[in-house]
């Protein structure tokens, strides 16, 4: 039998109604990360925030007695979200919660979210710790961050000068990151996870040194990033669209990339079909960005690893895949 994400629990449509239900409700809410302008008399500062959790990948983590990396994890998928606006992080705040603390979990998991820090150069400010017994099954816990940044206006990287004929560039992720774990879980029984554990919870990759030295590069030839998406739940087609102006697609050719082992294992294994896979996982990028044409070269000198994945063209904000397996 084929496995889908629905299948696995997770409805991706009802999750996309909310949003758009919020998005009614208050028109800012929409974007990676929410900008609130510093001074209304035109200093033209924002302070940029975002809040995620980890997701079902903790559910690995309890099995494996695996935490350290979850607290990259947590950090990863908010500064990520963070600086894909063009934001310079400032600081972190955690939410930990708990049945009952358990101090040797507990402090891996902060070593992790303080390593997390420092790879995205920003201070673990503050949190909560909350222990909540009879919540939570023994041996488990929660975990939401925030991430605040700030950004000049003259630096937002927003996705309205974008149009036909740039170039969208591709970053490497490290695996799954931290999405698609209830279909991850659902394809594989525990004993299972465990042979494959160094592979399912490598940490989510923070692109926060590659994308300020992809920036710098890119301004001393005299360009600039014009869109950027991390690429999380709903993978490339649901992200690569949220930078995107309403008169373009995205035409990308998957093969101008490697999709990483364990993820055509699980697709196997699991009879996962492609579009799900697509609208699940990252596929093996983990940051898509978008430049002129003739800023690649500038690019790729900057990072050896980014891949030319594909160009915007003239369409209605869509992703349109070519040799998606």
Not at 147 to 174: Q, W
Request: proline letters at 4%; a positive charge; glycine letters at 12%.
């Amino acid at each position: 039998m084929a496995l889908t994400y629905k299948k696995a629990g997770v409805d991706v449509a009802a999750g996309d109604a909310l949003v758009e239900y919020l998005r009614k409700k208050n028109p800012a809410i929409g974007g990676f990360a929410g900008l609130c302008p510093l001074d209304a008399k035109g200093g033209g500062w924002n302070i940029v925030a975002c809040t995620d959790g980890v997701g079902t990948k903790l559910k690995l983590a309890f099995l494996l007695d695996l935490h350290h990396t979850v607290g990259i994890d947590l950090v990863a998928m908010n500064v990520n979200d963070l600086i894909v606006c063009g934001a310079k992080p400032l600081f972190f705040l955690d939410y930990y919660a708990t049945g009952k603390l358990d101090l040797k979990t507990s402090r891996r998991v902060l070593d992790g979210i303080l390593e997390g820090c420092r790879q995205g150069e920003m201070s673990l400010l503050g949190g909560e710790t909350a222990e909540m017994p009879g919540f939570y099954k023994a041996g488990e816990y929660d975990l939401a961050g925030f991430a605040v940044g700030i950004v000049h206006d003259s630096e937002i990287v927003d996705g309205s000068k974008i149009k036909p004929g740039d170039a969208l560039l591709g970053l490497p992720s490290t695996g799954f990151h931290s999405n698609g774990y209830s279909l991850v879980r659902k394809v594989y029984k525990d004993s299972e996870l465990g042979k494959r554990a160094k592979r399912l919870i490598a940490p989510t990759k923070i692109y926060v040194r590659e994308i300020a030295a992809l920036r710098a590069a890119l301004k001393k030839a005299g360009h600039d990033a014009l869109g950027m998406a991390h690429i999380t739940g709903e993978g490339i087609p649901g992200n690569v669209p949220r930078f995107l102006p309403k008169n373009c697609a995205a035409k990308i050719n998957a093969g101008s990339w490697r999709i990483p082992q364990v993820m055509l294992d699980l697709q196997r294994d699991g009879k996962v079909p492609s579009a799900d896979m697509w609208a699940t996982f990252n596929m093996g990028l983990g940051m898509v960005v978008c430049v002129r044409r003739e800023a690649v070269k500038a690019a790729l000198r900057a990072n050896p690893k980014i891949r030319v994945i594909g160009e915007v063209v003239r369409g209605k904000n869509n992703v349109m895949l070519e040799n998606a397996q």
